[in-house]
């Protein structure tokens, strides 16, 4: 709440213009990602890794989605029912406490933003399942967005241990012979959105040092300083 915007998307945003505020950026992360998914209403997405909840609740209410959005953290989760059920949107969207690889029943889109470096090299196989699982064989959609690496290196083990412990961003390479080609599934669209990420994460340190003085007091000078190096 200390540094992200007002939704608490914990994900790169995307610039329409270089001085839009990170609000206006990340609502154009979400159509930007509804758009790739060519929504219509009545669609019946899930997500997997869904967050604070901002992007299925941004489907439901801008596009005419039915969401079912999974999530295994029950704070996570509880926020996204209270958000859901003072919006009105409670009927269009259902907040699952329970890991992805459970998800069951069929969809027309499936979406998963953020998600794919903590899953891991050793769960694609899994991954995939699901994703064949779910999706309708007959003109089914998807959408993995990850942070990606341009060559086969583990995580700087700074970053694994402080920030994003277990973490491991594929490269692309990695993401298509283990998840869709296997899965017999065709790659539409690829963009490499590194740029946004650089400005979304100046504005997350703008906050951050905005905050600072209360963050080190909920969290101590060694947090501050490992997410001011981090941010930076």
């Known amino acids: 709440r200390l540094w992200l915007d007002e939704q608490l998307l914990y994900t790169c945003a995307y610039f329409p213009v270089p001085d839009a505020t990170l609000e206006r950026a990340q609502v154009a992360k979400m159509d930007h990602v509804c758009r790739k998914l060519r929504l219509r209403p009545g669609d019946r997405v899930v997500e997997a890794g869904c967050g604070w909840g901002a992007l299925a609740l941004h489907m439901a209410r801008h596009y005419g989605a039915e969401v079912k959005a999974f999530n295994i953290s029950t704070e996570q989760i509880r926020y996204g029912r209270e958000r859901a059920r003072a919006e009105g949107l409670a009927g269009r969207v259902e907040f699952v406490e329970d890991d992805y690889r459970n998800i069951q029943g069929r969809f027309d889109v499936f979406v998963s933003v953020g998600m794919l470096e903590h899953v891991g090299k050793e769960k694609y196989a899994a991954l995939r399942e699901v994703i064949a699982r779910c999706l309708r064989q007959d003109g089914g959609r998807g959408l993995l967005h990850f942070i990606g690496r341009d060559r086969v290196r583990p995580l700087n083990a700074w970053i694994r241990r402080r920030i994003f412990p277990g973490a491991y961003p594929p490269t692309l ?18 963009e490499n959105l590194r740029l946004h990420y650089a400005r979304t994460l100046e504005h997350w340190l703008g ?11 909920m969290f101590g000078e060694r947090f501050v300083r490992a997410w001011r190096l981090y941010l930076a």
């Open 173 to 190: 390479r990695e993401a298509l012979e283990g998840i869709f080609e296997p899965g017999g599934l065709s790659v539409v669209d690829d």
């Open 207 to 217: 906050r951050f040092e905005g905050a600072v003085e209360q963050v080190r007091s």
